[in-house]
């Protein structure tokens, strides 16, 4: 079973960026379309961007243009960079494997946007 885990979060002003990272262990990565989500106070787990292994990229229009995801498969990385970053962007931010059945969940990381 592979088990992830994202860090990278923290507390950031309107408008500020961050790059939250997220490592895999415990099996194979580089095979695995692989997605960040998010989930904010009182609302459901979203997707927000995906990334084949490949490379393709695929983005939840709310943060197309703004956000960035990427991977390395040599590190069994996923990386996301986020820019420009809106209040509604705060969440705890997750990442797994796109598929219907997931691996377990990490613990996530908090992105939280505030003036």
């Known amino acids: 079973q592979v088990q992830v885990v994202e860090s990278g979060g923290g507390l950031v002003q309107p408008g500020g960026s961050l790059r939250l990272s997220c490592a895999a262990s415990g099996g194979i990565f580089s095979e695995y379309t692989m997605a960040w989500y998010r989930q904010a106070p009182g609302k459901q787990r979203e997707l927000v961007a995906k990334i084949t292994s490949s490379g393709s990229t695929n983005y939840a229009d709310s943060v197309k243009g703004r956000f960035t995801i990427s991977r390395d498969n040599a590190k069994n990385t996923v990386y996301l960079q986020m820019n420009n970053l809106l209040p509604e962007d705060t969440a705890v931010y997750y990442c797994?494997?796109?598929?219907?059945?997931?691996?377990?969940w990490g613990q996530g990381t908090q992105v939280t946007v505030s003036s």
């Open positions: 797994n494997r796109d598929r219907i059945v997931k691996w377990n």
